[in-house]
Every structure is written in structure tokens, then in C-alpha cells.
């Protein structure tokens, strides 16, 4: 990656990578704030302003926002997080200027309508229902729920249906501009485009964006190891194990977390995966995944199973837990998963829009993306020691648990 960086008067940093070679351009307003810089006063508001932003400025209708994007084959979207929101285009190279007049439209001079904010409580209102109406979701976050007290990272993005309720236009108008500032945003630009064009462009639509003293401040959570247990009536039981991890401030530490993933359950080659589905058959859905905020982070084991093969799979999967906290793993294990990182390390810098995405989720936190051969390094740095500080840390932590499922209560007696 060839990254370059400019940073406005204003304090907006611009981040360029540029590809010469590819037809497309992808840029990114990433601004630090998220739902762990809400209160109680607005639990949800960060992703209700997302929304918000598509409804209509001073120059757009919400159509017009689109249609303005869409006649060029582009297209436009945005994501919250608990620490991050992020405004995205990705448009045809010669068309990257109307994106980025696009997005600081938005950003600059949307209107928060009242009765925009009003029909938008209803489709966050469905959304929410969407969330609670897929077991596996609805499991895994009421299990950060639990285990973080209602705190930071354990509170719903989208909030509930009562605090959605309770945003007017007052608190959107307070929360958008103690946050949304210059001087705490990122805009990243990757793909076809020359740097210094680019900048000059970004420099004409963002250049008059008022800085100002950023109010937002991140919650924190403590992890708080719980037993959760409850009957839904769901087609499948699930199961979700959280553990509090490493924090990726320490590169080497997050890669391995990444090459332990491998080998624990984060792909069709790990031991979740060949022992639970390959070997006993008694699921579809078994993996591991790791999620990292800004201080803090969880390794979790994930499993969807008929109800009659619960108790089994669930027993399987803390024997599992078991053996590799006891023998840990092979030099073969170990080699293979560093390959098979190394290998998706590579691949994941092919399209524009998703090395956007990587370089953005680190320059809005303060921390520099490294280049592939500096990843190979790490990697290769990691021996079989090493990976067994890791385990060490991550499985002595006590564990959170969480089962749903139909009249689950009676058969799952945890610990």
C-alpha cells in the first residue's frame, strides 16, 4: 500500500491509498463517536444521526441524495459501531468529485427535520424487531448486555425501543455537533486517484467544516462473567461463550488472536469445526470470532444446534476449551494457521472498498495500518511459545454464557 497523509487546517487528517491500476475510488468520513459516547439521556442516538443524514439538506432531498450517487453507478451507505461511524461512497474514478460533494453535503448541512426524525423512529423501530427476531443476534447481544452491566460496548448500537422514542431534534442537534467536527474525523480515499487532486478536492467541500471542542467521551465497561439461560421459541437452541481478550494495541497480540481464531473455530480447517460438524455432524452453524473496541475485547464461541443435540454440542465445546488450555497447540496447527492468515491478509487488500474499510478502522482510532510485509513479519515472529502466553490469558479468564432456545431452562444447568 502506498499511504499518504495531509492534514487540513481545520484538523481533518486525509488519508490516501492510492491503486492506480483499478477503475474505482472508495472514500470514507469516519468520525470517532459511537454508541459508547451516549448517556442515558440518548441511548441510540449515534445510529438514529446515521440514519438521519440520508433524510435531506439544505441542497438534497433524501431522493436527490441518492439519485445524485446511483446515476453513476456508485453507491453510498454508512455504519455505526460502538466507538466509530463511518459515511462511505465508492464511485467510478471520474466520478469520485460528485462523492465527495455528496458526503460533505450531508455531513455540513443536513436539516433534522421533525418529521423526518419522527418517520425515522418507526424504521429503527422495525429494525430493532428485526434484530430481536434472529436468535443468534438477539443472543449475542443480550450476552454483551449482561456481561457488560448495560455499560460501553454492552449497550445496543441501536438502542431500545423506549430510548429511540425519547431522541428529539434537541438531543441530534447536541450530539451531532459536540462530535461531528473536523478534528475528529478521518476522511480516507483508496483506489484511482491522484493524492494531491484529491486532496485539493477534499480541501474545496471540507475545507469551511468548523472545528471545535470535542464533548463526546467513551464510556467504559468492566467484563462480568454471567450465566444467561433463556426460553425463546425458536426453530434452534444457541449457544454464545464470550472471554475478555488481548487489546490489539499490541500488534503481535492481535495477530494472535487472529491465528489462534484460525485454529480454534474460525474456519472450516479449525478444531470447532472438524470435531463438532465434520466428525459428529450435529450442526450447521459452529465458529469462533474475536471483537475488538478501543480498550477492550472478547474471544467468543458461537453455535446454533437442534435443541436434542444442545447439551452435547455445548459439552463438546468446553471439552474443547479444556484440551487446548491443556496441551495447546501443534507446531503443524500453528504453521498452518500463520499461512492461512498470511494468505487472507493478502486477499483482503484486492478491492478498493475494503481496504477503505481496514486502513479507516485504524487511523480513526489513532494507529497506523501496517503493509504486508510487515504483517509476514509478525506473523512469522510468532512461535509456538508465544501463542501459549496467549491461550494462557485469554481461556484462565472466567467465561460468559449465554443459551437460548425452546425449554432450554430445564435441560441446561451451567457450571
Known sequence: M????????NGLRIVGDEVPYVHSVSLGVWINTGSRMEDESNFGIAHFIEHMLFKGTKNRSAKKISNDIDYYG??????????????????????????????????????FDDDDIKKEKSVISEEIKMYNDSPEDYLYEKLLNVTYNNKGAGRSILGTEESVNNINRDKIVDFFYNNY????????????????????????????WKSGNVLGVREGQEFLPVDFVENRD??????????????????????????????FGNSPSSRLFQKIREEKGLTYSIYSADNFYVNGSEFGIFAS??????????????E????IKREYVSDFELNFAKEQYKGSAMMNVEDTEDRMLLI???EINGQRLKNIEEIVEYVDSIDIDYMRNVIDIIFSNPMSIGITGRNVEPIMKLR
Open 360 to 362: 479507516g478502522e485504524y
Open 234 to 263: 425458536d426453530e434452534q437452541s444457541n449457544i454464545a461463550i464470550l472471554f475478555k481478550s488481548l487489546m490489539d494495541e499490541n500488534y503481535k497480540d492481535f495477530v494472535s488472536i487472529k491465528i489462534l481464531g484460525n485454529i
Open 74 to 111: 456508485g453507491n453510498i451507505n454508512a455504519f455505526t459501531t460502538q466507538d466509530n461511524t463511518c459515511y462511505h461512497v465508492k464511485m467510478p474514478y471520474n466520478h469520485i468529485e460528485r462523492g465527495i460533494e455528496v458526503l460533505s453535503d450531508i455531513i455540513k448541512n443536513s436539516v
Open 320 to 323: 474443547e476449551i479444556e484440551l
Open 305 to 318: 444446534v437442534a435443541t436434542e443435540n444442545l447439551l452435547e454440542v455445548y459439552k463438546l465445546i468446553l
Open 2 to 9: 502506498n499511504i499518504k497523509y495531509k492534514t487540513l487546517e
Open 181 to 208: 467536527l473536523p478534528n475528529n474525523s478521518v476522511v480516507v480515499v483508496s483506489g484511482n486517484f491522484d493524492f494531491d487532486e484529491i486532496t485539493m478536492l477534499i480541501e474545496d467541500y471540507f475545507g469551511d
